[in-house]
């Protein structure tokens, strides 16, 4: 089976850091990505990570660890636009779907 | 369009009723998944269609869910008999050949009474 875990809810300061872990177990692995998604709004990519290393995009960074079974998504310089909600998803193993499993989200509230 | 669009973006039914909700992917996007957000709770999937066929339909919750896609394009997401525990925001999202990234749409939001 496959189980995607991160925290509920995470509040931080505009102008910090703050890194969103989460924990994987798959039957196999074929990559992890993350997800922002604002309140009533779709889903947008934020990042994939296939191989292990830190993947940088400007304020956003995704970390993962296939040993570990981990991933982290790292946020700079916080704006209050940065409060949402980031889902951490990863393919489903085996067959040609690519259907995600998701975890329940981390609702980050940024605050002034 | 430049995304996927799904309407309605809200709908409120009655328990019993029958609806329709529709999701028009990105053009030239083969792929095309279902997935279901409850309050509170991570997305689920429901369906995935590959072209206008359904090779994984596994996690539809009941025989009262049903979906069809016609001319590798819009998909049809049908809920027969409505109850109050299916409501939930129903996300659409559609993903290119060879690519993996999914693209969503806003989702619609139903309410059933």
């Known amino acids: 089976g496959q189980n995607i875990d991160q925290p509920t809810e995470m509040t931080a300061t505009e102008g910090a850091i703050v890194q969103i872990n989460c924990t994987y177990q798959?039957?196999?692995?074929?990559?992890l990505f993350w997800y922002q998604q604002h309140a009533g709004e779709a889903p947008t990519f934020l990042s994939y990570n296939v191989l292990d290393g830190l993947e940088e995009k400007g304020r956003f960074s995704s970390f993962l660890s296939r040993s570990k079974g981990y991933s982290y998504l790292l946020l700079k310089e916080l704006q209050m636009k940065d409060s949402a909600s980031y889902l951490c998803?990863?393919?489903?193993?085996?067959?040609?779907?690519?259907?995600?499993?998701f975890g329940t989200g981390t609702l980050l509230a940024v605050q002034p | 369009g430049a995304g996927v669009s799904q309407s309605p973006s809200n709908k409120v039914t009655e328990k019993g009723k029958d609806v329709e909700l529709r999701c028009d992917p990105i053009?030239?996007?083969?792929?095309l998944y279902w997935y279901r957000q409850r309050l509170g709770q991570g997305l689920e999937f429901l369906i995935y269609?590959?072209?206008?066929?359904?090779?994984?339909k596994s996690g539809l919750p009941s025989d009262r869910f049903s979906a069809e896609r016609t001319g590798e394009s819009v998909s049809t997401l049908t809920i027969q008999r409505t109850q109050q525990e299916d409501s939930a925001v129903y996300l659409c999202a559609s993903r290119a050949l060879g690519y993996n990234e999914q693209f969503f749409g806003p989702g619609t939001r139903l309410t059933v009474l």
């Open positions: 798959t039957s196999g692995f074929n990559g």
């Open positions: 053009s030239g996007h083969t792929a």
């Open positions: 998803a990863a393919p489903s193993y085996g067959g040609a779907t690519n259907k995600l499993i």
């Open positions: 269609f590959q072209g206008n066929s359904a090779p994984d």
